[in-house]
C-alpha cells in the first residue's frame, strides 16, 4: 500500500487544535465549491457537499459510505440533511477520536485502512474526498502502477454497494511540470514532508482506472476553487502566527506557510486541479 498509518498520522495528526485554527468551521481540509465566487469558505465548503450529495443520489433513507472521511465533515452534512446513517473511515487516529467524541446522531467513524474493510451490509451510495491520492506513491507512478492501483481501488469500492448506486467522488490532480528548480522543490517538499506517501492522480489515469466498474456520467473541473480555497487556509493561518509558533513550534508554522503558499501558486499554475465526477455503477 503507500501512504501508511504512521505517514498519514503525520499529515493529520499536528494537532485537531492547530487544524481548527485555519480550516473552516466544519473541519474540511479539501477543495471547497466557489460557484458565484463570492461566498465565504464554510458557504463553498457546503457547496461541495451539496455537489458530491447529488452526485451519489442520495436521500435520507440511504446507508451513505464516505471514505477518506477526515474530521467527518461531509458526514455531518449528511445527518444535517436528514441522512439516519452515514459511515465514514479513516486511516487517521485523531481525526476517528474527532469524529467519535462529537456523537452525532446516526454518524459512525472507523479507523481502518480502506484495503482491509469488509462493510456488514452493502451501501446504497459512496462518497470520497481526496482520499485516493493517497493510494500511489510517487515510486509506484514511477513503476507504471497508477492506474491498476486507483482500479484496484474502485473494484473495492463497486463491491460495497447495491447494484445501481452512485458514487460522489472527488480528487486532487496533477497537471503541467512546473519549470523552475525552486518551483520543483517547493512541490516535492509538500509531497515528502506534508503527504508523505501520497501522489495526486492525473485526470487520465482516473478515467481509465475507473473502467469497468463505474460510468462517469457527469464530471466538473475546480483548480480555482482550490486556490482559492488554500489562499484562504493561508490567509487563516497567517492570523495565527503567534499562537501557532508558541503552541507548536516555528518548523510546524514554517512548514505550513511554504506548503500552502505552494497549493496557491499550483493552482494559479496549471501545475494541480481538482475533479469531482459522479460516478454510476455498472454491471459487469
Ligand atoms: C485530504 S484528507 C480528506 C478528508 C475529508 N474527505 C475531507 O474532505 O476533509 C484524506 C483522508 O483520506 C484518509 N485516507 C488516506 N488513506 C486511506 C486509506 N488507505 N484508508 C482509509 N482512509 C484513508 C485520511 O485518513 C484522510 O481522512
Redesign the pocket.
Known amino acids: 500500500?503507500t501512504?501508511t498509518q504512521s505517514e498519514?498520522d503525520q499529515s493529520?495528526s499536528v494537532s485537531n487544535e492547530f487544524f481548527r485554527l485555519w480550516l473552516d468551521e466544519g473541519m474540511?481540509?479539501?477543495s471547497a465549491s466557489y460557484l458565484t465566487g463570492d461566498e465565504t469558505l464554510e458557504q463553498a465548503q457546503l457547496n461541495k457537499c451539496r455537489i458530491l450529495y447529488d452526485y451519489a443520489e442520495m436521500t435520507p433513507d440511504k446507508l451513505v459510505l464516505d471514505?477518506?472521511?477526515?474530521?467527518g465533515?461531509?458526514l455531518e452534512y449528511h445527518v444535517q440533511r436528514g441522512t439516519k446513517r452515514a459511515h465514514g473511515?479513516?486511516?487517521?487516529t485523531a481525526?476517528v477520536e474527532w469524529i467519535n467524541g462529537r456523537n452525532l446522531p446516526g454518524v459512525t467513524a472507523l479507523l481502518?485502512?480502506?484495503?482491509d474493510y469488509e462493510p456488514a451490509e452493502k451501501y446504497d451510495a459512496l462518497q470520497s474526498?481526496?482520499?485516493i491520492d493517497?493510494l500511489c506513491s510517487p515510486a509506484q507512478a514511477r513503476e507504471g502502477k497508477a492506474v491498476e492501483l486507483y482500479r484496484a481501488y474502485f473494484k473495492k469500492c463497486h463491491a460495497w454497494v447495491k447494484p445501481g448506486s452512485h458514487f460522489g467522488f472527488q480528487a486532487i490532480l496533477r497537471d503541467k511540470v512546473p519549470r523552475t528548480r525552486k518551483d520543483l522543490e517547493d512541490l516535492a517538499f509538500t509531497a515528502d514532508v506534508i503527504f508523505p506517501g501520497g501522489l495526486n492522480p492525473r485526470l487520465e489515469e482516473l478515467i481509465m482506472a475507473i473502467r469497468p466498474y463505474w460510468e462517469c456520467v457527469e464530471m466538473r473541473t475546480q483548480r480555482v476553487s482550490y486556490g482559492k480555497t488554500t489562499a484562504e487556509w493561508l490567509r487563516r493561518m497567517r492570523l495565527h502566527e503567534k499562537e501557532i509558533r508558541g503552541r507548536w513550534g516555528d518548523q510546524v508554522f514554517d512548514d505550513y506557510d511554504r506548503y500552502l503558499s505552494t497549493c496557491v501558486r499550483a493552482f494559479d499554475n496549471y501545475w494541480s486541479s481538482d475533479v469531482q465526477m459522479k460516478l454510476a455503477w455498472c454491471p459487469l
Open positions: 500500500m501512504s498519514i493529520y474540511h481540509y479539501t471514505i477518506g472521511c477526515g474530521w465533515s461531509n473511515i479513516t486511516l487517521s481525526q481502518m485502512d480502506y484495503h474526498i481526496e482520499m493517497h
